[in-house]
Nanobody, 114 residues
């Protein structure tokens, strides 16, 4: 049974940092590209960052230079380090991967506000 469990969200002031974690199980983690998406009310989920099996990364233009995605294949974990956070980064952040269908975690709320 595939499981994705995000953690690490919270309330942070503008300019602050958070590190999101996604614990995974039920599949061969090291074989798959892992993604972080985010969603605000009334909007579609937006791809924020991706990391391939060997560790190649890709970012949305809005987060380049501020966010860093990483993975630990030994621990079946994927991370999103978020620095220089802005109010517009406020969203629910989801861990995701796809094999025949999309798999999502339950999401973790990130709120950037003073």
């Amino acid at each position: 049974q595939v499981q994705l469990v995000e953690s690490g969200g919270g309330l942070v002031q503008p300019g602050g940092s958070l590190r999101l974690s996604c614990a995974t199980s039920g599949f061969t983690f090291s074989d798959y590209t892992m993604n972080w998406y985010r969603q605000t009310p009334g909007n579609q989920r937006e791809l924020v960052a991706s990391i391939t099996s060997p560790g190649n990364t890709n970012y949305a233009d809005s987060v380049k230079g501020r966010f860093t995605v990483s993975r630990d294949n030994a621990k079946n974990m994927v991370y999103l380090q978020m620095n220089s956070l802005k109010p517009e980064d406020t969203a629910v952040y989801y861990c995701h991967f796809r094999i025949y269908r999309n798999y999502w975690g339950q999401g973790t709320q990130v709120t950037v506000s003073s």
